[in-house]
């Protein structure tokens, strides 16, 4: 496998790519009003502390996808997309509002799980500086999905909650296996030649759902058909 530097002369669809999987975890890592919303509406102070956290992990990741970028000669300007209303945000789950503290646990536990498996497929790819970062973005990412199920276990203790928390898996869990995007996408085959992604789209998703589903129900859930509501089969 060829690897490559920031410096390094590239192909022109390896470039291409990887300029556009970079702006993309660049926009994923953007937290949004959804969370600026709830800081202060968490439920304790350790919730307010944790979501805080959380936010500063996530502007802290963006920086490092940004910088990333800029070291290729790409002008970013991510001052300004942080402050991109959720409606206008390029990736569809970032335009769903958190409404209830049931949204925000189910948010973290099923869609920064995916992206702890979109970061897993960076590790020792083609691009070195990319290899170098992803480590500590996915030391700190694993926190996420765990604080998000501690909330969801707290929400669970009784039958209203369970309800609840039922109600908005169901909302949620289509969200999040889209995120993994198309089984035949064509633009993943090609990540896939250039060794900047390792497995398909579809291999991801039965994977997150092999890992998260034990986990719904052992929360007393029970997991949602993973094809309805799907925009991206």
């Known amino acids: 496998m060829r690897k490559y530097g920031?410096?390094?002369?590239?192909?022109?669809?390896?470039?291409?790519?990887?300029?556009?999987?970079?702006?993309?975890?660049a926009n994923i890592d953007v937290p949004n009003q959804n969370y600026t919303h709830w800081i202060y509406r968490a439920p304790t102070l350790d919730?307010?502390?944790?979501?805080?956290?959380?936010?500063?992990?996530?502007?802290?990741?963006?920086?490092i996808f940004a910088a990333l970028l800029k070291e290729l000669g790409v002008d970013v300007d991510a001052d300004n997309f942080i402050r991109l209303p959720a409606e206008e945000k390029k990736l569809d789950f970032?335009?769903?509002?958190?409404?209830?503290?049931?949204d925000v646990g189910t948010f973290l536990f099923l869609t920064d799980r995916v992206g702890k498996y979109q970061l897993q497929e960076f590790v020792d790819c083609s691009y070195?500086?990319?290899?170098?970062?992803?480590?500590t973005v996915l030391e700190e990412e694993a926190t996420h999905p765990v604080y998000g199920m501690s909330i969801l276990q707290r929400i669970c203790r009784t039958p209203e909650g369970r309800r609840d928390a039922q109600r908005h898996l169901e909302k949620w869990y289509p969200i999040a296996l889209d995120m993994f995007g198309r089984s035949d996408s064509k633009n993943n085959e090609r990540?896939?030649?250039?060794?900047?992604?390792?497995?398909?789209?579809?291999?991801?998703?039965?994977?997150?759902?092999a890992e998260v589903e034990p986990l719904i129900r052992e929360l007393g859930l029970e997991p949602p058909d993973p094809l309805v509501n799907r925009k991206y089969l």
């Open 6 to 25: 920031a410096q390094d002369p590239m192909p022109p669809e390896y470039r291409q790519l990887l300029i556009r999987v970079l702006d993309v975890q």
């Open 191 to 209: 990540y896939r030649y250039w060794a900047l992604k390792k497995r398909t789209h579809q291999e991801m998703r039965l994977a997150y759902i």
């Open 47 to 63: 919730d307010q502390w944790w979501l805080a956290r959380i936010t500063m992990e996530e502007l802290g990741h963006c920086r």
């Open 94 to 102: 970032m335009k769903v509002p958190w409404e209830t503290w049931t």
């Open 128 to 135: 070195e500086p990319l290899v170098r970062a992803v480590g």
